[in-house]
């Protein structure tokens, strides 16, 4: 739901669960830095709301409006609190992103903005009467926040241009194999007989005496559990079944189903390129927020909630974002 920005932050907030900000009623203060007070422009009510309706109608159309009545932590808060607050702290983190790369002279070039006037135009276009109600934006709400959303993007691209972030297949590999898992060697031993010699079925073998759970399992590279398991399972060729291995108490045959599983290994090497990338991104906004302490006033966000009905539906600003960039 938050597009690149959201993915590579992940880490780094550790507690973002949306994309929304709501800020405060009041007029514009500036924001507590560390012993001192300076004059940021904070987001508008209607800048908000873009967020917050994009936010409220995707977790609705995924889970229904009963999502909200879910109680979640120690304090028995509403979701609609909890996610509430986890906005509010990732627009805090946007804030900041925009911050470091005013410092460091990174700004939208013309044509740039020509790009983010044509997803304003797009995004206000597909806008129901609902949808303009709720949000009470207009097409200056609209582009300010998609300019600092490409912004905070451009500022994250130009830390992680120069980090080696590639990742080989090799590194990412993920395979699958089934398993039969038994506390008799003996039986084990008959097990394997029975597979190698007399030719039964590997699955229904499995399914008959294991006495594991499951049957079948994902195995990444480099995990560490099992390393007897995990090291024979990726020195064998798709079909293989292997022989009796001890771990501990127990005994375990397993035979290799999938040798490369694609599809599991291009979204691993996915993730561990971005969790490369957010790192490089962390090591840079860490000390960067230490030293600049941003917190947007609570009044207006401790009122908030999701009850009524509002009748807006959209929920397409950052598609219309990943869309254009």
Not at 65 to 86: H, R
Not at 137 to 157: E, G, S
Not at 189 to 207: E, P, T
Request: aromatic share 8%; with cysteine; proline share 1%.
């Amino acid at each position: 739901m938050l597009s690149v920005l959201k993915k590579i932050l992940k880490r780094y907030t550790a507690l973002i669960a949306a994309v929304l900000c709501l800020l405060s009623l009041s007029s514009c203060k500036g924001l507590e830095l560390e012993n001192k007070t300076e004059q940021i422009e904070e987001y508008t009510k209607p800048q908000a709301m873009i967020l917050i309706a994009n936010e409220r109608n995707t977790y609705e159309k995924a889970y229904s409006s009963a999502i909200w009545d879910i109680t979640v932590g120690e304090n028995g808060s509403g979701f609609d609190k909890l996610t509430i607050q986890n906005v509010k702290q990732y627009m805090e983190k946007l804030k900041l992103l925009c911050m470091l790369a005013e410092e460091r002279g990174i700004a939208v070039t013309s044509s740039e903005r020509d790009i983010i006037r044509q997803m304003t135009d797009k995004y206000m276009d597909g806008l129901t009467d609902a949808d303009k109600t709720y949000i009470g934006c207009d097409r200056t709400d609209v582009q300010y926040l998609y300019t600092d959303y490409f912004t905070a993007n451009k500022l994250i691209n130009s830390i992680t241009s120069g980090v080696d972030s590639e990742i080989s297949d090799s590194e990412a590999k993920v395979i699958k194999i089934e398993q039969i898992v038994t506390s008799d060697e003996k039986k084990a031993k008959a097990i394997l007989k029975r597979i190698k010699i007399d030719g039964a079925g590997f699955s229904q073998m499995a399914s008959r005496y294991s006495e594991a759970d499951k049957i079948e399992r994902t195995l990444l590279k480099d995990d560490d559990s099992d390393e007897l398991i995990m090291k024979t399972a990726f020195s064998m060729e798709e079909g293989q079944v292997s022989n009796i291995l001890a771990v501990g108490d127990l005994f375990y045959i397993i035979k290799c189903t999938d040798g490369y599983a694609a599809d599991e290994t291009k979204e691993r090497k996915e993730r561990l390129e971005k969790a490369i990338n957010s790192k490089a991104v962390n090591d840079v906004l860490e000390p960067y927020g230490n030293e600049h302490k941003i917190q947007f006033r609570e009044r207006f966000w401790d009122n908030l909630s999701f009850d009524e009905e509002t009748g807006s539906t959209v929920v397409n600003f950052f598609d219309v974002y990943d869309k254009a960039f």
